[in-house]
């Protein structure tokens, strides 16, 4: 796995460090609760609908996941699009 | 040991992004790093049980006057741990409608046209003032009532108590009221439960300033609104074609194929009893000036059940009073309408196994329906002195549900102690595999 004679696990005691503080910080002050509204509030749906077209393909990507990958960030606000006739 | 090193991290979270009241919220009782591998004084605390939040479904209500209808007196209590009102003179009992059937809430969301406002939710009139005064019928002495934190007084000459149950237009009398059902002692006994839970690193003057005995029942001002909604959205999706890896030896390296799609979605839907702080300052949920979020979080409360307003509820508990419109909420809704949708259409783009990148949304509210309503929360508070004021620390318990969330401030060199001590720790084992493998 490693690339260059391993130097890389030095980073990660300043990660476990850096982690820690975070993890405990947010169980004292729960400063990343609020109301899950999304799974909370009783929502009635129809059926998604919708469409799919193959736009285009990429080759060679080093990159895992898509760039900007939103779509589990539902409060995550994009461009805005109003309908004209109100 | 050498090579401590790890930086010191920022003292503060960041206000939106991970970690913030902005983003979805984690799984409850869930925590980033696996306990079983952290010491055993942290791990006991994270795994002590939380405070048990029950579930208080469909309770059989009735209607409700502010003289006892037997004996016709006014010293009228709220009943602890029921929805009954209790005459104290004659000792009678009764209950209130509720709200759902007595003005048709629970149905018709997929009907609703229009914005529905229930009169309890109209807008406030700026000179409308919050004292109000009453002529005693029993003595005739003047008797005042401040609608900033309290909807019930007593004559101090005759002992009649005073209710304001006509809707006056400064937005202090709701449409309906969800009485406590958690009484005191049990809200106590969830505070130290939860408190409990958070020692080890708490702040020491914290501990031993600890007296949840001082909790105090407020009911909170929100609008409880229905909506019928449509929501559009569109981005990119890709599926992955091919994995490969080149080069050889050590510098091999991890390269994708993908196929990249066009995805739209479209979704109808219908929202019941979403709550919205209508006080400008609880909806202000801004993790460095207040701690408002730990309010926000024991959302959501059983609001079916709220009864027809009766200011006999809130006879010893304060209130605190609705000072935002409709107009001022809308925005609100149509951003957590907009999260609903995203969170709807998220199982239909499943095959896209590279993720999906959204970049446009669109959201047409066809109808909605508003309903003022105040909600029984337990509030215990805690001022940690600092700049710009310190910081004011809740722990509140949900009054119906019992649901407990709170901000323990923390002691910061203990924290650091420990995240140094912890790095230094894994440094020295990094360390020691490093040099036997040289």
Redesign the interface.
Known sequence: MSDDSGLWLLALGPAGATALYWALYRYYRNTDKSHAFERETRVVAQPVTGSDGKVGDIKGTRESRIAGENGRAYRQRVERVRRDSG | MS?????S?PPV?PVSG?????????PPGS???DPES?PAP?RDE?LAPDPVAIDTAAKELRDGLNHCPKCGATDIRHKPGSDLLVCLYCRNEWDGARVEEAFGLGEG??QLRGTVVASGARDIAEDAASLMSFKCTGCGAEVTVNTENAMTARCHWCRHVFGINEQVANGAVPDAVLPFHIRKDDAVARIRQFVGK?RL??LKEFKEQFTPENVVGVYLPYMIVDANASA?VA????IK?REYQRGSG??K???????????????????????LESSSERGN?D?RAN?N??I??I??FDTRNAVKWNASYLAGYSSEKRNRDVAHLHPRLE??L???A????????RR?D???????????VHGSRWVSMYLPVWLYSYHQPGSNGGMLHYIAVNGRTGET??????QQWK??L???T???F??GI?LT??AN??
């Open positions: 090579n401590p090193g790890p930086p991290p979270p991970p970690g913030s009241p902005q983003e979805v919220p984690p925590f980033p790093i952290l942290i994270l969301h997929d958070r690193f708490a559009d981005g990119k999706g890709e074609t050590n510098n390296t991890t390269y994708y194929d993908a196929d990249v799609y066009r995805v739209e979605r479209h979704v109808d839907f219908t929202v019941d009893d979403l709550p949920l993790t701690t979020n730990i926000n979080t959302l959501p951003d957590q907009l999260s609903i995203r969170a709807q259409v998220e199982d239909s783009v896209y590279r993720g999906v990148r959204w970049e446009q949304e669109q959201l047409d969330m709170g901000s323990v401030p923390v924290l650091l420990a995240a140094l912890t790095g230094t894994i440094e990094v595999i490093l493998s040289s």
